[in-house]
């Protein structure tokens, strides 16, 4: 049984009840909102994509004198580019390549196609028809189990789930956790084809240890008395990455959303469990985002301990960690930069949360340094730099530390949003370059030798990235020391020469404003 759209079953019982006062034609409905649309709640360039995607609710739209969003209506061949009808001209977007690497592409053309199925909607698309179905549902009503290619990501409806014996240790993600029959479904199983799917089994690249054990069951739970709690709204299950870590932890949130496309559902009326087999709890710094995805607190595994929970409609997300995935550690063709994704998922977080572009500024650029508290990668000279570049009359600049007890999440994203020039050493904090404004330029100070970290993320992102080139004008403090592997560059502090800094900033500060975006657009020779 597929989920019902977004609100699906509210607007339903609207139209149902229209139909029976035998309303016909737009002219005759009253004049009354049946349908409370404040919940689509996106950004604005993509309700069109939204009403493209679930065309029941565009009529009803169109029909309502009351709808909002009439005038989006207009953009209906607006489309993401997965879905079967869209064509390329009608996309969100579509990535730039400035040439076609070797090995990957012989063309422009094909290096586009290929960076845009490697991490654009091109992702979506491949992922979203590797999904083959394991359990069939016999009849209506029964349970069902679809899933892609390794088990990466994959949707149940009726699933039963036993944790009355949990085997809780020390493990977050304890592979032998069920055993047979402690959760399945009333559904016909394809055991053969599905066990095959184990290729990839890890943790967080599959989903394969926990549902391994998936049994086709000789009842239906939800009917036979077997739950003891049925849940009835849509429920992601995750398996986080480390949550005090913004590169690694925005790997989850990145992937929850492609999961979010890939059902064609970004309600937040939703819960979202947190799967750990063990019985700890988990740092998160970064947990008010998740109000960009739920209304409500996180729900961790463990809560259900104790007994027999049926799960109506239930989805396993994309993981952080994948083979090939999005964006730990993806292969990525060179060249090619600006996907439509990334750049969606960053104005929808940034909307959800309410942070806004309070700029920018006419005949100024907003620069903001990021000072580091660990004991390594220090900026030594970091006052020396800003007050270089406060000299010049172009630039606005502040240093900022995003210590997460002094300033909340939403308060750094706000920072961020409302930067031209984000400037800071290679580390995790750099990951706010995901919510630069398109015209922004990201500036890592020193990749300490991890070259290609940023510059992909830059890339997905679409903003530009430039970093320090000449080693004579840098100087570390001394050689680093990894506690176990000897000397290493990320260990140590550094200092910058003034002059070369100021210079690399000017330059970024050109590329802002010769930005399609940049609302103050300047020819070259005034900078």
């Known amino acids: 049984m597929l989920m019902l759209l977004a609100f699906g079953l509210l607007l339903q019982e609207n139209v149902a009840k229209i139909k029976d006062e035998n309303l016909t034609d737009g002219s005759s409905l009253p004049q009354v909102q049946f349908y409370s649309y404040g919940k689509i709640n996106l950004p604005e360039e993509h309700i069109p994509y939204f009403f493209h995607n679930n065309q029941q609710l565009a009529a009803a739209c169109k029909r309502d004198h009351n709808c909002p969003y009439k005038k989006y209506l207009k953009k209906s061949r607006a489309c993401w580019g997965y879905e079967k009808s869209c064509k390329p001209e009608n996309r969100f977007g579509y990535p730039v390549c400035d040439y076609a690497e070797a090995g990957w592409a012989s063309t422009i053309e094909e290096a586009q196609r290929v960076f845009w199925n490697q991490a654009d909607f091109g992702y979506v698309k491949e992922r979203m028809d590797e999904v083959k179905t394991y359990c069939k549902p016999k009849a209506v009503g029964d349970s069902s189990l679809q899933c892609s290619r390794y088990l990466q990501y994959c949707r149940a409806t009726n699933l039963y789930i036993d944790l009355r014996s949990p085997k809780r240790t020390h493990e977050r993600f304890n592979e032998d956790f069920f055993k047979k029959g402690q ?92 799967w750990d087999t063990s019985a700890y709890g988990y740092g998160d710094l970064f947990s008010e985002t998740w109000k960009a995805f739920t209304d409500y607190e996180i729900v961790h595994l463990k809560s259900y301990d104790s007994k027999r929970v049926c799960f109506k409609e239930a989805v396993f997300t994309l993981l952080p960690r994948m083979r090939y995935g999005l964006f730990y550690n993806t292969p990525l063709i060179s060249g090619c930069h600006g996907t439509g994704l990334f750049r969606a998922f960053s104005q929808h977080v940034l909307h959800r949360l309410n942070v806004t572009q309070e700029g920018p500024k006419d005949g100024k650029i907003r620069v903001t340094i990021l000072a580091r508290s660990t004991e390594y990668r220090k900026i030594l000279n970091q006052n020396e730099l800003a007050n270089a570049l406060k000299t010049l009359s172009l630039f606005e600049v502040q240093i900022v530390n995003y210590k ?54 830059a890339r997905l992102r679409g903003v530009h990235y430039i970093t320090w080139e000449k080693k004579d004008k840098v100087f570390p403090q001394d050689e680093g020391h990894h506690p176990t592997l000897g000397k290493h560059p990320k260990f140590t502090n550094y200092s910058f020469g003034v002059e070369e800094f100021v210079h690399l900033v000017l330059l970024a500060a050109d590329h802002v404003s010769q930005h399609s975006k940049w609302p103050f657009r300047r020819k070259h020779d005034e900078f």
């Not at 967080?204 to 240890?209: E, P, V």
């Not at 008395?225 to 989850?252: E, I």
């Not at 492609?258 to 970004?266: A, D, K, L, P, V």
Request: net charge negative.
């Open 183 to 274: 959760i399945g479904g009333h559904c016909d199983m394809d055991t053969t084809n599905f066990l095959a799917e184990g290729q990839r089994k890890s943790p967080l690249q599959s989903w394969f240890a926990e549902l391994q054990t998936y049994t086709e069951l000789n009842s239906r739970p939800m009917e036979d008395g077997s739950c003891d709690v049925v849940v009835d709204k849509l429920t992601y299950f995750m398996k986080f990455d480390a949550g005090v870590n913004m590169y690694h932890h925005f790997c989850d949130f990145a992937n929850l959303y492609i999961t979010q496309h890939m059902i064609n559902s970004f309600s937040t009326d939703v819960n979202i469990v947190m």
């Open 404 to 457: 997460y007890k002094e300033l909340d999440f939403k308060e750094q994203l706000k920072i961020t949003q409302n930067s031209d020039i984000f400037i800071g050493m290679h580390g995790a904090g750099l990951t706010h370059l995901l919510f630069l404004p398109d015209w922004a330029v990201i500036f890592e100070l020193y990749n300490c030798e991890d070259e290609r970290c940023y510059l992909d993320l």
